[in-house]
């Protein structure tokens, strides 16, 4: 493991964190929100006047020294590049391009470039370049408009997430044809359904594990070789022309696998046959049943219910659970429950019903037919549950979330729905007879008379 030294200078008041030595890589710590150029680049000294050390300035002073350097960005800093221009390659405008190796972090308030260029430009002929627990919001080109990979060193994300700018066109990451290796470790690549490519690889290497890959376009040439490792690539239009091999992933998208060699390193689960998924565990024509969580500080959770065929699928011993850390796409330990989960995410203990599984409660939980009258359920997060014929009645649902729940004929009389999350939710032949629907959230609702919420003026009045 590298050590980074550090030493304090005092330079026009402010304390910057500099190295020792840079051959033990020198650290540089952002403290400045400001977009502009470094003083005197190689001078070791991360400055720009009047601002103390920016992320362009760091990146510079990177650029211009020997070793691999590390830049922290204070928690809290809203780093934006604001400079605008295009096709200029010394960071004096547009985006941030980097010819050596460099690890990158903390870039946790989104980094935009939306009205500049792309991001980060990566050239480096050799080595490392690493961006890990940081957000990257993309910029405006079209090719790589978060990061272009296109030096023939390797490119690391990890535990990190990629989301493109309201209106964004292109894709969000690129490689050229002459590129080193591509991992995506614990991250995720999330469109947004913003018509985006999530993924532009044009030959190489790409390697997932424990990524989530959603929303975008994955567009894969024949050129390239892409392994995955408990990874969740879903609500993907994919052109995979590329081969791969696979294990312990989910592959749940619009086009499937399209063309292209793959195999299967066992329990996969795929929505058609497609992909060819016929390994020892792997599962074919099965729905994940993925439920989306939402969108946290650790990126996009979008996880298997409680019921899901992927849910404990994999035995515990794996290398799965094993292998990777022992942990998911957010840091949650594996396994939970009596074995692992298929894909990214391995849901955790929650405030929720009692599910059909070895512990106590779930976050993602299904309970048709059970009887939950009289009980509290305030704020409790059901999303994705089925509680067909459920017995709610006289119960508190105040701020619980039930967002694409099955409610069918379930009986919610006398309930408590206060502000209730209910979009996307089906309550078909559910009895609401006395319910408090004050501040009730619909959308996409089918109501209990089959009539869907949107059509009825955005709520369920008059068809309960």
Do not use: K
């Amino acid at each position: 493991m590298r050590t980074w030294t550090i030493r304090a200078i005092l330079v026009v008041g402010a304390v910057l964190l500099l190295s020792a030595c840079h051959e033990n890589g020198t650290v540089f710590v952002v403290h400045s929100a400001a977009d502009a150029p470094d003083d005197n680049p190689g001078d070791g000294i991360c400055h720009a006047t009047p601002h103390g050390c920016t992320l362009r300035a760091a990146v510079m002073e990177a650029n211009s020294l020997p070793g691999v350097e590390l830049i922290s960005v204070n928690v809290g800093i809203p780093t934006s590049l604001t400079l605008a221009g295009t096709d200029e390659d010394n960071d004096a405008v547009g985006d941030l391009d980097i010819f050596e190796g460099v690890v990158i972090e903390n870039l946790q308030v989104s980094l935009s470039a939306h009205s500049v260029d792309r991001v980060f430009d990566l050239h480096h002929s050799s080595g490392l370049v690493e961006i890990r627990d940081s957000w990257v919001l993309t910029g405006t080109a079209s090719d790589g408009a978060a990061i272009r990979h296109q030096g023939a060193g390797n490119f690391s994300l990890l535990g990190s997430n990629v989301v493109p700018y309201p209106g964004a066109t292109g894709s969000l990451l690129e490689t050229g044809a002459g590129a080193g290796v591509t991992y995506i470790f614990e991250s995720g690549i999330d469109g947004y359904d913003e018509g985006v490519d999530g993924i532009d690889h044009n030959g190489g290497s790409l390697r997932l594990r424990n990524a989530l890959i959603n929303r975008t376009v994955i567009a894969i040439d024949a050129d390239s070789t892409v392994t995955a490792r408990a990874s969740t690539l879903a609500d993907n239009a994919v052109g995979f022309v590329g081969d791969g091999q696979f294990e312990t992933s989910v592959f749940d998208n619009t086009l499937d696998c399209g063309a292209g060699t793959r195999t299967s390193n066992g329990d996969n689960l795929e929505t058609s046959t497609s992909c060819g998924f016929s390994s020892a565990g792997d599962l074919q024509n099965t729905d994940p049943r993925l439920v989306f969580f939402g969108t946290g500080d650790a990126g996009a959770v979008l996880a298997p219910a409680v019921l899901s065929a992927a849910t404990d699928h994999i035995a515990p011993a794996s290398g799965v659970c094993t292998g990777t850390g022992g942990v998911d796409r957010i840091g949650d330990p594996r396994p939970y429950g009596v074995g692992c989960d298929i894909g990214a995410f391995e849901p955790r203990p929650d405030a929720g019903c009692v599910p059909p599984r070895t512990t106590t409660s779930a976050r993602f939980c299904s309970l048709p037919g059970e009887d939950l009258s009289g009980q509290s359920f305030l704020w409790f997060l059901l999303d994705g549950g089925d509680f067909t014929g459920a017995d709610f009645s006289g119960s508190v649902l105040a701020g619980a979330s039930l967002h694409a729940a099955t409610l069918a004929g379930a009986d919610l009389s006398l309930t408590d729905l206060t502000a209730t999350e209910l979009r996307d939710a089906d309550l078909t032949g559910a009895d609401l007879t006395g319910a408090t629907l004050t501040s009730t959230v619909w959308d996409n609702t089918t109501c209990p008379s089959g009539v869907n919420s949107d059509t009825n003026g955005g709520n369920c009045d008059g068809q309960l």
